[in-house]
C-alpha cells in the first residue's frame, strides 16, 4: 500500500507517518523531501517568499523519483509529503511575486505532478482544522508563522477540494482522504480508508 501525507506544515503530518511506521513495521518510511535533500543533503532550501524555481523544484522531482521506486499496490510504504505538496508552496510563493516563481511556473509542474499519483494508492489530506487546532512547534526548522501555514493550506484546500489544478490522473488516481482530529483518531482515518481500498479491488 503506498500512501503519501500531504498539507501545509505544522499540522500533525510527519506525527502521522512515525505514528503508521511504530503501529506498522512492515512499512517503509519515505521521508520529507526538504529533510533528505537540505537537513541531510548538500541543498539550501528556503521558505515562504524567498524559496526559488531551483529549490521547490529539486523537491518536488526528488519527491516524484521516490513514488516511482513503488510500483506495485503492495509495496508497503508511506511517504512525508505528496508531489502535490510543492504546487502549493510554490504557489504561495508566486503570490509573493518576490522570486522567480511566477504563475507559469507553478503550471508547469502540473503535469509532472499529475502523473506521478497513478503510483500511490492513498493521498491523506491533514487540513488546518478549527475544531481541532494544532500548536506551532518551534523545532527550529519549520517556520513559525500561523499567517504562512494558514495561506498554504487554504491553498491546498483549493487544490483537494475545489480541483484547483486539476491535478488526479484520469486512470488510476489514488484515494483522497482527510484526516482530521487527534492522532489516534487519524490512524484509525487511514486503516478505514485503506480497508475500503482493498474491498473496493478485491475481484467479484
Request: charged fraction near 25%; glycine fraction near 4%.
Amino acid at each position: 500500500m503506498r500512501i503519501a501525507i500531504s498539507g501545509s506544515h505544522s499540522l500533525g503530518k510527519s506525527t502521522v507517518v512515525n505514528d503508521w511506521v511504530a503501529a506498522q513495521p512492515g512499512f517503509l518510511r519515505e521521508e520529507e523531501p526538504y529533510r533528505a535533500l537540505g537537513i541531510f543533503g548538500p541543498y539550501e532550501i528556503k521558505f515562504r517568499e524567498a524559496s526559488t524555481r531551483l529549490q521547490n523544484g529539486i523537491q518536488m522531482y526528488y519527491n516524484i523519483s521516490r513514488i516511482h521506486r513503488y510500483s506495485s499496490m503492495s509495496d508497503d510504504v508511506i511517504f512525508d509529503r505528496a508531489p502535490v505538496d510543492y504546487l502549493a508552496y510554490s504557489q504561495y510563493t508566486a503570490n509573493q511575486a518576490t522570486t522567480d516563481i511566477d504563475d507559469a511556473f507553478v503550471a508547469s509542474m502540473v503535469p509532472a505532478v499529475r502523473e506521478s499519483l497513478d503510483h500511490l494508492d492513498i493521498l491523506a489530506f491533514v487540513p488546518l482544522s478549527e475544531a481541532w487546532p494544532v500548536a506551532m512547534e518551534d523545532d527550529g526548522i519549520r517556520p513559525v508563522d500561523h499567517a504562512y501555514r494558514d495561506e498554504v493550506d487554504a491553498i491546498f484546500k483549493e487544490i483537494y477540494r475545489e480541483g484547483r489544478f486539476d491535478v488526479m490522473p484520469r486512470e488510476q488516481a489514488p484515494r483522497l482522504i482527510e484526516l482530521v482530529g487527534p492522532a489516534e483518531q487519524r490512524l484509525e482515518q487511514l486503516k478505514s480508508a485503506i480497508f475500503d481500498f482493498q474491498q473496493q479491488r478485491e475481484p467479484g
